[in-house]
């Protein structure tokens, strides 16, 4: 009998062990750092890490996006027409985003003489409040647009952002068009490396 037990025992620990991983991944998958892009690059030209930049004469134009802010208020990507805007995807539930988050403070408040607008775009967080006290203690000087299905992330073109990978960020040219992509928490001196050429174009 034991030589037909040993073997069990290994097939349940090993079926255990699979089970554990397969959690484990769906786990990282949700708040991921280092998604790829999918098969569709979209002109995204590979920078160093998860950081890609696309040439001017490629560049695609940002999608409409509008609607309630976790402020209660109401805004849209339009109203800053000719302005250098980064738009931050993120949720008060992803422990990559908390960590970002006093980075893109920093540069929002000290980027705005230089005609700089950040966005948020808060997704999965249900409760609004949630997203709300996120704001509140890492005193977010920015609006960002409430979207708890992910329904604003998807108008962005395909393969320019992975809605399982956050945080995740998107800036846009003075034209209105996608100029750079991050799906990575992103330093204070990677934001500045990355506005500042934008900044500059005319």
């Given at each position: 009998?034991?030589?037909?037990?040993?073997?069990?025992?290994r097939t349940i620990h090993s079926a255990a062990a699979l089970s554990g991983v397969a959690a484990l991944a769906l786990t990282l998958a949700a708040c991921s750092s280092?998604?790829?892009s999918g098969t569709d690059n979209s002109n995204f030209v590979g920078g160093t890490g998860e950081?890609?930049?696309?040439?001017?004469?490629?560049?695609?134009?940002?999608?409409?996006?509008?609607?309630?802010?976790?402020g209660g208020g109401q805004d849209s990507l339009a109203a800053y027409k000719g302005k250098v805007v980064v738009v931050n995807i993120w949720g008060s539930w992803c422990a990559p985003c908390r960590a970002e988050a006093p980075n893109l403070v920093k540069v929002a408040n000290a980027d705005k003489a230089k005609g700089?607008?950040?966005?948020?775009?808060?997704?999965?967080?249900?409760?609004?409040?949630?997203?709300?006290?996120f704001d509140k203690h890492f005193?977010?000087?920015y609006p960002s647009l409430f979207d708890p299905y992910g329904k604003l992330i998807l108008r962005f073109?395909?393969?320019?952002?992975?809605?399982?990978?956050?945080?995740?960020?998107?800036?846009?040219?003075?034209?209105?068009?996608?100029?750079?992509?991050?799906?990575?928490?992103?330093?204070?001196?990677?934001?500045?490396q990355i506005i500042d050429p934008l900044a500059a174009e005319k």
């Open positions: 009998m034991s030589p037909t037990r040993g073997p069990r025992r280092s998604s790829g950081i890609n930049t696309v040439k001017p004469a490629d560049r695609k134009p940002a999608p409409e996006l509008s609607g309630k802010t976790v700089v607008q950040f966005l948020g775009i808060n997704t999965r967080d249900l409760d609004v409040s949630n997203a709300a006290g005193q977010v000087p073109p395909k393969g320019s952002v992975n809605p399982q990978s956050l945080p995740a960020t998107l800036i846009i040219d003075r034209q209105g068009k996608i100029a750079v992509r991050a799906l990575k928490p992103l330093s204070e001196d990677e934001l500045n």
